[in-house]
């Protein structure tokens, strides 16, 4: 096993960003989705009744954070003991790319100075088998905590969620708005992540090192897209190198990630657990970092020609070979599940009536008995879940180009977008290249004008994303 500093220099190597993700349970475990988040938390103006577990307790707790703040065993000690005292066995858990003094380090979603984005991803798989009721209302609950705590602005905030109000989060416009932030994120930038919704594990397709017995469970563990049963679901794979690998140094990314099986989806290498007691539980995973590096080289990354041995030969003991063997392996096998639905972007509507949810949320099916959460809500392995409250959502008002996010931002709560104000930013490709004149993504090109045009109205926004998601996925 490597030493520290080596292990250190290693997940630098491997993760140049700063980042960390707070899970709502353990890989093998499931996170509840509650009917009445009242019963769990006490939130100012929630956007509905329903909500996660995880998500309602944890804002429930950053709300009441006293005036010095909490470290980052505070905040871990304090959410297990929320979940449990409502009657939830879920423990969630802190994994991070970088080793971390919990109890000294002020817990904080922002980290450096520079521009402060999100994307925010909320499924209730209206319609489908395995439906949930919370997931909107998190996501709505959640923008307003970054907005109002952590002066994230509307323009730099990406929302997909599944009504009729919002861009639908369908595997490639989850991967886009992610890869969004990777390309515009610079050292001193902020990134946020927040994922309500299903999450599973599916046996390995190419990443023989899980197959062989390495990593924390010998599985793959998945986000699911509205448009899973179509496109696939998502891979810690492709979170990994699409996400979090190319994510620059010096950025700060926080993750939360409200799912079941969701403790290692990001394979981070620290992990941190919040024992009964109240104490932290610290691991050092070299399997982690080892898998790690292997879906680095499959993805055809070639490790550093020193530093790397141990981590070389972990592997090689596992999926047998040279490491030069594997380079490249799993390019194809993430392009069958780029293309595998390629009509046009779906709505909401054409994952109704059964077409949505499997009855496999992980390689044990249904579980028959979901952990005996009594509250009504189901769980996020597998819903079950009534549908509940909240809004619709807010709309979309459009206005001048912003140079920050530059892409996808939102503006006004004015669905038609007569408001105009600082919205939709860009993402236009002045010139044909990435960044124009506004330092953002722009949408020159598309939209028809120049960077610093007002906007368009809202009714060719969804237009407008298809056509730049199907530009995007041409290159890849």
Same mark, same amino acid.
């Given at each position: 096993?490597?030493?520290?500093?080596?292990?250190?220099?290693?997940?630098?190597?491997?993760?140049?960003?700063?980042?960390?993700?707070?899970?709502?349970?353990?890989?093998?475990?499931?996170?509840?989705?509650?009917?009445?988040?009242?019963?769990?938390?006490?939130?100012?103006?929630?956007?509905?009744?329903?909500?996660?577990?995880?998500?309602?307790?944890?804002?429930?707790?950053?709300?009441?954070?006293?005036?010095?703040?909490?470290?980052?065993?505070?905040?871990?000690?304090?959410?297990?003991?929320?979940?449990?005292?409502?009657? *939830?066995?879920?423990?969630?858990?802190?994994?991070?790319?970088?080793?971390?003094?919990?109890?000294?380090?002020? *817990?904080?979603?922002?980290?450096?100075?520079?521009?402060?984005?999100?994307?925010?991803?909320?499924?209730?798989?209206?319609?489908?088998?395995?439906?949930?009721?919370?997931?909107?209302?998190?996501?709505?609950?959640?923008?307003?905590?970054?907005?109002?705590?952590?002066?994230?602005?509307? #323009?730099?905030?990406?929302?997909?969620?599944?009504?009729?109000?919002?861009?639908?989060?369908?595997?490639?416009?989850?991967?886009?708005?992610?890869?969004?932030?990777?390309?515009?994120?610079?050292?001193?930038?902020?990134?946020?992540?927040?994922?309500?919704?299903?999450?599973?594990?599916?046996?390995?397709?190419?990443?023989? *090192?899980?197959?062989?017995?390495?990593?924390?469970?010998?599985?793959?563990?998945?986000?699911?897209?509205?448009?899973?049963?179509?496109?696939?679901?998502?891979?810690?794979?492709?979170?990994?190198?699409?996400?979090? #690998?190319?994510?620059?140094?010096?950025?700060?990314?926080?993750?939360?990630?409200?799912?079941?099986?969701?403790?290692?989806?990001?394979?981070?290498?620290?992990?941190?657990?919040?024992?009964?007691?109240?104490?932290?539980?610290?691991?050092?995973?070299?399997?982690?970092?080892?898998?790690?590096?292997?879906?680095?080289?499959?993805?055809?990354?070639?490790?550093?020609?020193?530093?790397?041995?141990?981590?070389?030969?972990?592997?090689?003991?596992?999926?047998?070979?040279?490491?030069?063997?594997?380079?490249?392996?799993?390019?194809?096998?993430?392009?069958?599940?780029?293309?595998?639905?390629?009509?046009?972007?779906?709505?909401?509507?054409?994952?109704?009536?059964?077409?949505?949810?499997?009855?496999?949320?992980?390689?044990?099916?249904?579980?028959?008995?979901?952990?005996?959460?009594?509250?009504?809500?189901?769980?996020?392995?597998?819903?079950?879940?009534?549908?509940?409250?909240?809004?619709?959502?807010?709309?979309?008002?459009?206005?001048?180009?912003?140079?920050?996010?530059?892409?996808?931002?939102?503006?006004?709560?004015?669905?038609?977008?007569?408001?105009?104000?600082?919205?939709?930013?860009?993402?236009?490709?002045?010139?044909?290249?990435?960044?124009?004149?506004?330092?953002?993504?722009?949408?020159?090109?598309?939209?028809?004008?120049?960077?610093?045009?007002?906007?368009?109205?809202?009714?060719?926004?969804?237009?407008?994303?298809?056509?730049?998601?199907?530009?995007?996925?041409?290159?890849?």
């Amino acid at each position: 096993m490597a030493s520290t500093d080596n292990f250190h220099q290693q997940a630098v190597d491997l993760i140049p960003a700063t980042v960390r993700m707070i899970s709502g349970c353990h890989s093998e475990q499931t996170s509840a989705d509650v009917s009445n988040v009242a019963s769990v938390a006490h939130l100012p103006s929630p956007a509905g009744r329903a909500g996660g577990a995880c998500t309602s307790a944890l804002l429930d707790i950053l709300h009441r954070a006293p005036p010095g703040g909490l470290s980052f065993q505070d905040l871990l000690g304090r959410l297990r003991q929320h979940l449990a005292g409502a009657g *939830f066995e879920q423990v969630p858990q802190l994994t991070s790319s970088r080793s971390l003094d919990v109890g000294r380090t002020p *817990f904080h979603l922002v980290g450096g100075g520079g521009q402060r984005r999100a994307v925010l991803v909320g499924i209730n798989y209206r319609g489908q088998s395995g439906e949930l009721s919370g997931c909107h209302n998190d996501v709505f609950n959640m923008k307003k905590y970054i907005m109002d705590v952590h002066g994230f602005h509307e #323009r730099n905030i990406i929302v997909l969620v599944d009504d009729t109000s919002h861009p639908v989060p369908t595997r490639h416009r989850i991967i886009a708005a992610l890869e969004a932030l990777v390309s515009n994120s610079v050292a001193g930038d902020n990134v946020y992540f927040h994922y309500s919704g299903h999450g599973g594990l599916l046996a390995p397709e190419a990443n023989l *090192f899980k197959l062989g017995g390495g990593g924390d469970d010998g599985y793959d563990e998945t986000l699911y897209p509205l448009d899973h049963t179509r496109a696939g679901q998502i891979r810690d794979y492709s979170l990994f190198n699409r996400f979090v #690998r190319p994510m620059a140094a010096g950025v700060t990314v926080t993750c939360v990630m409200d799912c079941c099986h969701s403790g290692s989806v990001l394979d981070l290498p620290y992990s941190f657990q919040p024992t009964p007691g109240g104490g932290i539980r610290s691991v050092r995973n070299f399997d982690s970092l080892s898998n790690l590096a292997f879906l680095y080289v499959l993805a055809g990354g070639l490790l550093p020609p020193s530093g790397f041995g141990d981590v070389a030969a972990h592997i090689g003991d596992r999926v047998g070979g040279d490491m030069s063997d594997y380079t490249g392996a799993g390019i194809a096998a993430e392009a069958q599940d780029d293309e595998a639905y390629e009509g046009g972007d779906p709505d909401v509507g054409d994952f109704a009536d059964g077409d949505g949810a499997p009855d496999d949320f992980g390689p044990g099916g249904v579980p028959e008995d979901p952990g005996g959460y009594e509250m009504g809500g189901g769980d996020r392995g597998f819903g079950g879940a009534e549908t509940g409250g909240g809004e619709a959502g807010e709309g979309y008002g459009m206005g001048e180009g912003d140079p920050g996010f530059g892409g996808f931002g939102m503006g006004t709560r004015d669905v038609e977008g007569d408001d105009g104000g600082p919205g939709f930013g860009g993402f236009g490709m002045a010139g044909g290249e990435m960044g124009g004149d506004d330092g953002g993504f722009g949408m020159a090109d598309l939209m028809g004008g120049d960077d610093n045009d007002p906007g368009v109205d809202c009714d060719c926004l969804i237009d407008s994303i298809n056509t730049l998601l199907e530009t995007t996925g041409d290159e890849e």
